[in-house]
């Protein structure tokens, strides 16, 4: 597995915003493991820490279009996307970026300039494993006739088709997988752009007052005035630069097909969001482990949290009494009139559900399941419940006594029986089936 990133010691860039022409300094600083890329506006009094996520991303904001923007704790940053993008291409997961302005230095309108820079100060690697979120199921947005598809892959790729009705910048095609070389040599070096016929008119409305002829490739209709490209095909290597800056708001790089038509931030952005919810439903819904219990470890509601993402009102096991890895683990719930659940079922004859007694012995099979080391990392969820058998009723003062077995377990699901008693006396019992998922991808 790779390990996370950072740099190895302090460097400082300063430039010009694209959009706002304001001087900016920016300091790079390293991070600890799991701190992610964070900006702190060091020109406000109050100096807010501003984490480059989805979660914090402006869209579409009226002040600050045909950029990526974020914001919170009353400060913004704009124009990350081409930072972010050199971040994702040299592999840094955490980052401390110090700015003493609202944008970020646009340096000669490409990635390659922070690459180098940060390259040079050095990129070492951490102690804890790196995280990547994979593509469960395809995704597609739409907008303005742009679209953008993200499909299950084992490795990263972009397909990229580019459309404008111009004389010079015509349609374009480039498909190309991501890693560090392609990165620096392939998109990093390719310069943002615009039409000259539209350069005029941005200006006058507060866009592009930092860029010139050197930071930004200005198309008229003969070609590029005043500059030469770097490739024949600058232009959708740069978008693909952007896609890759605004995809990196996810926190993680991706295993996925990117398959996009025509998409600008707005677009990536929602995108952007798409994988983050699906990423947490995936996180959140199933059973996942944090720890590793030793065999036959008595585990009390505090550890269990370690192991389960469940928390109350939703955590149904009080205690762990005897585990075997991957074989068999017994777990007890103590129902009491306080239980949230009893305000509402039967409030005058006060009966424990039926499907959170199920839930309960779930919770205790998945803990058995994903505690063996090949299981290390993963997460549990339901794909079937069989031979489901109601016996007799549960009630407040009563102490469910949950045992689970294994069947088969396999890499990628598992069978668990599971019966719960009180006072030695079957109450219900079920066949599970989980499928088993890694939580990091």
């Known amino acids: 597995m790779e390990k996370q990133r950072t740099i190895e010691k302090e460097i400082s860039l300063k430039g010009i915003g694209l959009h706002t022409a304001g001087n900016v300094n920016i300091v790079f600083k390293p991070a600890a493991v799991d701190t992610g890329i964070n900006f702190i506006r060091t020109d406000l009094a109050t100096h807010p820490l501003i984490r480059a996520s989805i979660d914090n991303a402006i869209s579409q904001p009226a002040s600050s279009p045909r950029r990526t923007s974020i914001g919170s704790e009353g400060g913004r940053v704009c124009t990350i996307e081409h930072l972010m993008s050199a971040l994702l291409g040299l592999g840094i997961d955490n980052l401390i970026i110090e700015i003493d302005n609202e944008e970020v230095p646009g340096l000669d309108g490409s990635s390659l300039s922070f690459v180098e820079a940060l390259a040079k100060t050095g990129i070492k690697e951490q102690e804890k494993e790196k995280r990547i979120y994979a593509i469960k199921d395809p995704i597609i947005v739409e907008e303005d006739g742009c679209s953008l598809i993200a499909l299950p892959s084992a490795d990263f790729k972009v397909s990229y088709t580019l459309q404008y009705n111009h004389a010079f910048l015509k349609s374009d095609f480039l498909e190309l997988g991501l890693n560090a070389d392609a990165f620096k040599n392939e998109i990093a070096p390719a310069r943002t752009f615009c039409l000259e016929e539209e350069a005029g008119e941005l200006q006058k409305h507060g866009v592009g007052l930092g860029a010139n002829y050197d930071n930004t490739l200005v198309v008229g209709k003969q070609g590029v005035i005043k500059n030469k490209m770097r490739f024949e095909n600058e232009f959708v290597r740069h978008k693909i630069l952007d896609l890759l800056g605004d995809l990196y708001l996810v926190g993680y790089p991706l295993k996925a097909h990117i398959i996009a038509i025509k998409s600008g931030h707005s677009l990536n952005l929602k995108l952007v969001k798409k994988i983050e919810q699906q990423r947490l439903r995936f996180a959140l819904g199933g059973i996942g482990i944090n720890y590793h219990p030793a065999e036959s470890e008595v585990l009390e509601a505090e550890s269990i949290m370690k192991i389960l ?124 089936m989980f499928a088993l998922d890694d939580a990091q991808r």
């Open 309 to 432: 993402p469940h928390r109350d009102p939703f955590l149904f096991v009080d205690r762990i009494t005897h585990l075997e890895r991957g074989k068999r683990a017994i777990g007890i719930k103590n129902v009491t009139i306080n239980d949230y659940f009893f305000k509402g079922h039967f409030p005058g004859k006060p009966v424990m559900p039926g499907v959170l007694m199920l839930e309960a012995m779930a919770q205790v099979g998945g803990i058995m399941m994903l505690s063996p080391e090949e299981n290390r990392g993963k997460l549990a969820f339901f794909l079937t419940i069989n031979n489901v058998k109601f016996r007799k009723t549960v009630v407040p003062g009563d102490q469910l006594v949950f045992e689970v077995v294994a069947g088969k377990i396999k890499s990628k699901t598992g069978q668990v029986h599971g019966q719960a008693t009180v006072d030695g006396k079957v109450v219900v019992e079920a066949d599970f």
